[in-house]
């Protein structure tokens, strides 16, 4: 790291463990991306930052005698099976164009790759560059005003992106691969509020490293990219895989022909520690558009599978929440394939959300889950959202409108 500068981290801890059935949801930390919520990334002092709703700790728990939740499941008795067996069908099916084919988005040269398998090939004409930082892993992005493009390149490393990054990073063509260790998200955002950072990412690959169970990778775990309070994100075919999500992305946020798939549990020995959301806007304002694009968040691509145990780590593949009253407006989603989450859509808030001509794949809850009375959640359109099979492919029947 540059000597001189000071580098405070975003608090990544504020992922979900969402009641079962229709419950109230319990705010959980999203491990291992950063301090906890409510404690100074400095000092390890308290900042007063809520640390959930009714301050209920992160701990993946209720606190001690707190009542048992009305209407959900205990963890002795929770359904443990597979979700709703489909009929194997094209593994590439695309809901006619609709959204991309497996394997078909990403950096340019990727072929067919395993979860397990412990690095991607460097493709012809890439740069590797190494992390600055060999303890964090970390690759720095300090000062960026003006335009900086990275192009071909294949890091080694996560991404950070500093306090004085503003202007326009374009990263196109490229692979971000995290190694074993790295010590935060894939690409981790920390430009603050005093100038405009536009992020655009296309035709890249996010993928980190694999480890083994018991060791600690935390973009493993984690949503693979952070939005700032000034930051517009545009993601176009763009292959997330091997993260505990796509995007922690609250406003400003575009995302288009891309796939999300193999969520990475192998690590955990309970995978209900990462409870991230596939896409979330936690206490996000909008705009978010999220068009064209596979979702699968609990697919082993390779096998046409689901991932064991799956729907412990992804709340739903796309989940919004409050926070301090906070309202999401402008929230599309069309013509796109969402599947394998606990919930495929479970919308805890939100002003007039449109969801159009989508697929809804299996999960282990329900395709598009209800919310509780505590919930403001209203939709402004809700139509042709049909259910589809594993592979993707849609068939006639309707997507009930959430209660």
């Not at 002092?45 to 209407?71: H, I």
């Not at 796509?246 to 796939?259: K, N």
């Not at 809850?365 to 099979?389: F, I, L, M, Q, R």
Request: proline share 8%; hydrophobic share 35%.
């Amino acid at each position: 790291m540059t000597a001189g500068r000071r580098k405070f981290l975003l608090p990544a801890g504020l992922a979900v463990l969402l009641a079962v059935a229709l419950a109230a949801v319990v705010l959980l930390r999203d491990r291992g991306a950063g301090p906890t919520p409510g404690v100074n990334a400095a000092t390890g002092a308290s900042d007063g930052a809520p640390t959930g709703p009714a301050g209920l700790p992160g701990a993946g728990a209720l606190p001690s005698g707190a009542p048992a939740v009305s209407g959900a499941p205990s963890p002795a008795t929770e359904p443990t099976a597979a979700p709703t067996k489909t009929t194997a069908l094209a593994v590439n099916a695309t809901g006619g164009g609709r959204y991309p084919a497996r394997y078909s988005v990403g950096a340019p040269g990727v072929k067919r790759y395993k979860q397990s398998d412990a690095r991607l090939p460097v493709p012809k004409g890439y740069k590797v560059l190494q992390p600055h930082n060999k303890e964090s892993k970390e690759w720095d992005l300090y000062d960026c005003n003006g335009t900086v493009n990275l192009d071909r390149k294949y890091f080694k490393a996560f991404i950070y992106i500093g306090t004085g990054c503003h202007g326009t990073v374009n990263i196109t063509n490229s692979i971000i691969a995290p190694p074993p260790g790295s010590a935060n998200r894939a690409i981790l955002v920390n430009s603050d509020g005093s100038g405009k950072l536009k992020l655009n990412l296309t035709n890249v690959t996010i993928r980190p490293e694999p480890v083994g169970l018991g060791e600690k990778s935390t973009p493993l775990n984690d949503h693979a990219i952070n939005d700032c309070a000034t930051c517009t994100i545009t993601m176009n075919r763009v292959d997330v895989a091997n993260t505990g999500g796509m995007c922690l992305c609250g406003a400003r946020t575009t995302i288009r022909h891309s796939w999300l798939h193999d969520n990475y549990i192998a690590n955990l020995s309970d995978p209900s520690a990462a409870h991230t959301g596939g896409v979330f806007p936690y206490g996000g304002t909008g705009p978010i558009t999220i068009e064209n694009s596979r979702l699968e968040p609990g697919i082993n691509a390779y096998t046409g599978k689901p991932v064991p145990n799956y729907w412990k780590a992804i709340t739903a593949v796309l989940f919004t929440q409050s926070v301090d009253g906070s309202k999401l407006q402008n929230y599309s989603v069309r013509n796109s394939f969402i599947s394998l989450g606990a919930y495929g859509l479970y919308a805890q808030t939100g002003v007039d959300l449109k969801i159009t001509g989508n697929v809804f794949g299996p999960t282990h809850w329900d395709a598009a889950g209800g919310c509780d009375s505590n919930c403001s959640t209203t939709y402004g359109e809700w139509s042709d959202n049909v259910v589809g099979s594993i592979d993707g492919v849609p068939t006639k029947k309707q997507v009930p409108k959430p209660k």
